[in-house]
């Protein structure tokens, strides 16, 4: 539990409605279409379920909605502990079911989310509980409003442009302890007061504070058909991670000198490589390796060898440079592998070196980083001594769409 938590934090799932806007559908309201290959409140739930911190759950359905409900959560863990609840007339009186329902359950707080956000995670959670552990009676979400906003008349005539600076965008859940809402709800059923929109106007209404914490852009609510159609997109995307593969080759001269530079490891030799910059042969392979992950061209296009400010440079720029054009592009690496082509030096006994620096430069962990070797058994350039050749292997996880 959150610092400054002393309960328990109830859940009121609304998914009471009919959603016309949506369109119909043999599966019935949007809130049992399918996305991903499960209904969208199978994700909600889903998302709570995974929360640690969530306590009872109740879920307000239509009357008619049993048995899609049902079959919706029949293969969700502990569903047997959901608490089920009728919805009313409105979604003001739903909500206010699903708060009297959690009566009884020892809730100290109370998350109320629209089963229609299926994109609720466990950071968006994390920080509404933040929220009210700093002793906030109510939390809203939100986003700030990035579109231009405008007045018209009934005839369809802009009258204004409305200033956009303090304007946010709510989402669920919002959150507030429980009795407070509880009370303003029952005190809004009481007096017929029914102009609210969501749970935070009821809050304003009865003179309770709310305060803003961050939203989320995914935290979408699937209103229209064509919501339905990108979050089943989104997830299928999601379902099957965009694996890419990038190989690089590289090879470098040997000519007299101290010693040669490979993985960013030094190490004594009665030769050098030749190269403009440190001439890490096993670096710049690697390079081409992530640029050709996303396509972005490879070594020569980024640090042209004819740039002075090259000259000498350690190969472990290029390497941090070709790490954040993947990263810019949503990548996550997943694994590097090299293989060294030499007769001279041996590198077993700095390859546990060399891999422990790649891992470092790449901010991986040292399991996904691999180095190997092998001679070319005396045979061309490299078997006579010539040069060092590498050959690298990249593989990147990109983000769904």
Known sequence: ?????????????????????AGASVEGPKQYRRIGGRPVIWH??????????SGPIAVVIHPDDRALLDQAVADLPAREELIIVTGGATRQASVLNG????????VNYVMIQDGVRPFVNGDLLERVAAGLAAGHVAILPAVPVSDTIKRADASGVITATVPRHDLHAAQTPQSFFYDTILGAHERAAEEKAMAFTDDASIAEWAGIPVHLVEGSID???LTVQRDIAMADEKLKGLALPDVRTGNGYDVHQLEAGDGVTLCGIFIPHDQKLKGHSDADVALHALTDALLATCGAGDIGDHFPPSDMRWKGAPSRIFLEHAARIVQAAGGTIMNADISLIAEAPKIGPHRQAMREKLAEILDISLDRCSVKATTNETIGFVGRREGIAAIATATVVYRGA
Not at 1 to 6: D, I
Not at 44 to 53: E, N, S
Not at 99 to 106: E, N
């Open 219 to 221: 935290n979408v609510k």
């Open 44 to 53: 909600t739930l889903k998302a709570f379920l995974d929360w640690p911190k």
């Open 99 to 106: 708060l009297r329902a959690l009566q009884g359950h020892g």
């Open 1 to 21: 539990m959150e610092q400054g938590l002393s309960g328990t934090i109830g859940v009121v799932v609304v998914a009471a409605g009919r959603g016309e806007r």
